[in-house]
């Protein structure tokens, strides 16, 4: 397949407009909400409705995609040769159970392991972070700017709460030598605020569906995404995850090397 | 001073409508920020325009206010005596300089330490939580109704990322026996999220501009406030403060007495 960023583009924001329209429809109703791995790892109907929409929608518009969703309704994937689609229907969906804001759908493709485009949308705030490396950044039609590179102690910074409580190494360091920390409990809403300079930093333990969208834009505006644990760099494994300006990244990095 | 929760909604909703026309074009200058008690803890001219904006305004529509605001344009308040007006003009000061939104401005007010009015206006969302004891509380038009009794494990929390890293007694247990939690760095924010039914309870130590507009709506929905020192509930003294549904008040005061 060979598509133009702006047919990619128009075709992954309709996509989510309609997505949007039925995440909207289904907050009306009761949700249908199971448990995964744990209590506190939800599922519902609408997360599971919505990866099915965009696993049809994308075979139809890309018949040779290779889709890797967190619900496990697209394929089994174990390399980025080809045409990859990585989609999160639903990212925070404790978020969208118990609050009813603040989650994002995200959607990310890649061709031969080349980022071609990846798209976040704040599902409320009808708000969409939108781009690819060569062309640069959009939220809706706004083209953004590299975010200002604040060092760490001039940053707000969002953290994962869970790995903040349990103080997985590093985590209470940085809360600490932050200028203040946010606890938002989804990073499609923490990458938004990260590409929109609000926060300096964004660290969590993340899989492939919740930081693919969100590495694309950072590196497209020019921020540091770097894998905690120092492996290969590689889409689909799971990994503790620094996305930050250079200068709070390089901060960053200084603190867990001594605290790790 | 006799008014009817009418004409006092009428005054101060009016007056943070225009508070937040001054802060929206602030927003497009540079802000002169300056630090207070610590370098987390900061001030800008912004501040000091709105609570003297304020105190003006007030002493107008009621000429023997007692006025108790966070910057102290205002004056020395020992005595819930007589009519009484606690503002705080930005409440998130450091969401208001680093992120540009999710900071409130917060005004109630009393006759002889019985509340009238509380007002609570998340700015950039113009979100305007207001209401008193006997009328019940609104959102911008919208009369809300009692949030669900949520135990602590159904609820997401908000908790003072601050008092959470510094393990303030009491907070990594809640945190952690919670559905989940989340730090807004924002009183005002936080209540608006509590009387939506959002967050099933705020945890956070407060002072008397920061928590007076929220305790009274709180209240005033059937939600519980608990300062947790167990001092006597007096409105101008700083506290460790709990407003939570019943249920998960209970339970967090449960955890709070063994793990204190």
């Known amino acids: 397949m060979k598509k133009t960023f702006d047919q990619l583009d128009d075709f992954v924001s309709a996509l989510m407009q309609h997505v949007r329209q039925q995440v909207l429809a289904h907050l009306q109703q009761p949700l249908d909400i199971k448990t995964k791995s744990n209590s506190r790892d939800l599922v519902t109907n609408v997360d599971r409705l919505v990866e ?16 890797l969703g967190e619900e496990g309704l697209g394929d089994a994937i174990d390399s980025m040769v080809g045409s990859v689609w990585i989609v999160d229907p639903i ?15 995200m959607v ?14 704040d599902v409320m705030e009808n708000e969409l972070l939108h781009g690819a ?3 640069g950044v959009w939220l809706n039609t706004k083209k953004l700017s590299a ?22 190494p590093g985590f209470q360091a940085v809360a ?3 200028l203040g ?42 921020l540091q995404v770097t894998k905690f644990d120092r492996k290969v760099d590689d889409m689909l494994s799971s990994s503790l995850i620094v996305a930050a300006t250079k200068n709070a990244a390089n901060d960053i990095l200084a603190l867990t090397n001594t605290s790790m």
């Open 52 to 67: 099915q929409y965009y696993v049809q929608a994308i075979r139809e518009f890309d018949p040779v995609a290779n889709i």
């Open 91 to 105: 990212d925070g969906t404790l978020n969208f159970v118990k609050q009813k804001d603040q989650f994002a759908t």
């Open 108 to 121: 990310a493709y890649f061709e031969n392991g080349q980022p071609r485009g990846a798209w976040i949308l």
């Open 133 to 135: 490396p060569e062309f």
């Open 147 to 168: 975010p200002a590179n604040l060092s760490l102690v001039e940053s707000v910074v969002s953290l994962s709460g869970a790995r903040l409580l349990h103080n997985v």
């Open 176 to 178: 600490g030598a932050a």
């Open 181 to 222: 920390y946010r606890v938002y409990g989804s990073a499609g809403i923490s990458f938004i605020r990260l590409a929109r300079g609000q926060v300096g930093a964004f660290m969590s333990y993340l899989k492939p569906w919740d930081f693919a969208a969100g590495q694309v834009l950072c590196q497209a505006l020019g």
